[in-house]
C-alpha cells in the first residue's frame, strides 16, 4: 500500500525566515509520482511540483525548492525567505498507477503559518 | 476556461437527508476524481471516472453514496441519508486526456456539515 507521512502538522515562523516541510513516503511502486499541492482558506489545492521516481534532481523554483532523495524516500520542501502570503497548508502526496487510475495518496498536511 | 467549479460551495443538512453535489471539469479533460477532505486531514480518493465510466471507488464509498457522470462531461456526488460522520470537504479533480502522471486540477470544493 502507499502511503504519504508528514510528520509535521504546524509550523509557525517569522517573515523572512527559512523552512522545509518534510515529506516521507512508501511505495512498492518501481514507478511514481510526487506532487506538491498547497491549500489556501479558500480550500482549492494548487499544484506546486510533480517529480517522477526515476528524476532525483533537485528543483529550485524562485523561493521554493525541493529535495528528492530516493534512498531515504523523502520529498522535501524549502520554502526561502518566507512571506505571509505563503501561510497555508502543504500538502505532499504520492501518485502510482493502479488500474490505469492516477490517483493521489495524500499525506496529512502541514499548516505553515507566516507571521509578520 | 475559469477551471474546475464545484456547487454549492457550501451546504448544511440535517441528519437523514440527502444531498447532491456537483462538479463541471475543465473542458477536454476526461479523467475525473472525487476526494472527500475531512478537518485536519489530507484528501483521500473517492471514486474515478475516465469519461463517463467510473473506473474506481474506494471502500471509503458506502452504498450511502452514489457518482455519476453522464455524457462525459460534468459530475455528481449524491450522499443519501446524511449522517455526521459525513461532514467534510469533498473535491473534485479532473485531468487532460492522454498525458499520464501530470498535476491534477482541483476544484474549490463543498463543504458538507450535517447538522
Same mark, same amino acid.
Given at each position: 500500500?502507499?502511503?504519504?507521512? #508528514?510528520?509535521q502538522?504546524e509550523?509557525s515562523v517569522v ?6 516541510l ?10 511514481y509520482y510526487?506532487?506538491w499541492?498547497? #491549500? ?9 511540483i ?6 532525483? #534532481?533537485?528543483e ?7 529535495? /528528492?532523495?530516493?534512498?531515504t524516500?523523502?520529498?522535501? /520542501? ?12 502543504? /500538502? ?5 498507477l ?7 495518496? /495524500?499525506?496529512?498536511g502541514?499548516r ?5 | 476556461? +475559469? ?9 448544511? +443538512?440535517?441528519?437523514g ?20 477532505q475531512t ?8 471514486t474515478?471516472?475516465?469519461?463517463? *465510466? !467510473? ?18 462531461s ?5 450522499i443519501?441519508?446524511?449522517? !455526521?460522520?459525513?461532514? *467534510?470537504?469533498?473535491?473534485? *479533480?479532473?485531468?487532460?486526456k492522454w498525458?499520464m502522471n +501530470?498535476?491534477?486540477f482541483?476544484? !474549490?470544493? +463543498?463543504?458538507?456539515?450535517v447538522v
Open positions: 500500500a502507499q502511503k504519504v507521512t #508528514q510528520a502538522t509550523i517573515e523572512k525566515e527559512d523552512v522545509t518534510d515529506c516521507v513516503y512508501e511505495t512498492r511502486d518501481t514507478t510526487l506532487f499541492y498547497k #491549500q489556501p482558506p479558500s480550500g482549492e489545492l494548487v499544484f506546486l510533480r517529480r517522477n521516481s526515476f528524476d532525483e #534532481q533537485n529550485i523554483s524562485g523561493r521554493y525548492s525541493w529535495n /528528492f532523495q530516493k534512498s524516500s523523502s520529498f522535501n /520542501f524549502t520554502i526561502t525567505a518566507s512571506q505571509v502570503v505563503d501561510s497555508a497548508v502543504y /500538502f505532499c502526496a504520492l501518485s502510482g493502479i488500474q490505469g487510475a492516477q490517483k493521489l495518496v /495524500f499525506g496529512q502541514t505553515l503559518t507566516i507571521n509578520p | 476556461d +475559469t477551471g474546475v467549479s464545484q456547487n454549492p460551495r457550501h451546504k448544511i +443538512t440535517k441528519r437527508q440527502n444531498v447532491t453535489f456537483r462538479c463541471d471539469p475543465i473542458s477536454e479533460h476526461n479523467r475525473l476524481y472525487w476526494y472527500r478537518l485536519g486531514q489530507g484528501p483521500e480518493f473517492l474515478y471516472f475516465q469519461n463517463e *465510466a !467510473q473506473l474506481e471507488k474506494s471502500r471509503l464509498l458506502s452504498d450511502r453514496f452514489s457518482a455519476e457522470r453522464p455524457k462525459g460534468f459530475s455528481t456526488l449524491e443519501q441519508r446524511t449522517e !455526521q460522520g459525513d461532514s *467534510a470537504m469533498y473535491l473534485c *479533480a479532473s485531468i487532460p498525458i +501530470t498535476e491534477a482541483f476544484g !474549490q470544493g +463543498t463543504r458538507l456539515t
